[in-house]
């Protein structure tokens, strides 16, 4: 997958895309059909997505919650799974949104991307003041000459799968419900870094990566499956994870521990991708260090239970 910062430098292999246009936060069920369609509209040109960083959402509320269910990375991974061959993930910054519409269309889809297609949904707004809708779009694409698709909003049983919905499941510990509507397992993926090696003494050691700047969900200890993506180690292990702030021990910034079943070795410095499969308990407090060994043992139990039939 090629990708495309700068949609005034363009190179020729890399226009005429066939494009799936939004933030793509997730990449759900919905965000998936909208992409199958700007395959299907044009088979013959590359398949893009054009999509922004940061977030707009984060350009023009900064010091807002956390809300993002994936950073850029872990997007672009997933984004590849699914085919695509042009990621156009232009910088947002203040020249981008003050664009009008017709600018947008002309400056940024026609000349400057030279796409061949787009496909939106059909709440897209989109210039300054979200003041371009689906149907602006349209026109723009019938007079500049580019293909548009408007995509309905998705489904599933009596609700509609969306990045605010998935992010609700999350907030409440319903994982299976998030992915059902994502089409994959929710997950936290990064870096793994030191920590306090409190797990280590445990019995328990743990790979611990920062959920900073995601969305997070309820915290406690879930059942996971686990890529490790790169180094020695790289593969899929089943385990269960701490989300949280870890209240036996302190005040602390929240952060994921993993503990992977039946792993050795050093995971220091390699990416994790964590699925989270299912709650297993809030975060809680023990009287001591015994009471808390005997309820993580109960957990990985659990979880490994679980994860035999996933």
Known sequence: MRIIRDHHSVAAPDRGASAAIGNFDGVHLGHQSVIRLARDAAPEAPL????????????????????????????????????????????????????????????????????????????????????????????????????????????????????????????????????????????????????EKRGREMGFPTANISIEGLHPPAFGVYAVLVDVLDGPSAGSYHGAASLGVRPMFGQNQPNLETFLFDFSGDLYGSTLSVGLVEFLRPEMTFDGLNGLIAQMQADCGRARDILAAV
């Not at 960083?53 to 919650?65: I, L, V």
């Not at 947002?92 to 017709?102: D, I, Y």
């Not at 309905?152 to 992010?167: C, F, H, K, Q, Y």
């Open 48 to 195: 893009g997505v054009l999509t922004f960083e940061p977030h707009p959402r984060e350009f023009f509320a900064p010091d807002a919650p956390p809300f993002r269910l994936m950073g850029r990375n872990a997007r672009r991974h997933r984004l590849e799974k699914l085919g695509v061959e042009r990621l156009y993930e232009l910088n947002f910054n203040a020249a981008l949104a003050g664009l009008m519409p017709r600018d947008f269309a002309e400056q940024v889809l026609s000349r400057g991307l030279g796409l061949s297609h787009v496909v939106i949904g059909a709440d897209f707004c989109f210039g300054k003041g979200r003041s371009g809708t689906a149907a602006d779009l349209v026109s723009f694409g019938c007079e500049m000459g580019f293909g548009v698709t408007v995509a309905p909003l998705l489904e599933t049983g009596s609700n509609t799968v969306s990045s605010t919905a998935i992010r609700l499941a999350l907030s409440e510990g319903r994982p299976r419900d998030a992915a059902a509507m994502l089409g994959h397992w929710h997950r936290i993926e990064g870096t793994v870094v030191g920590g």
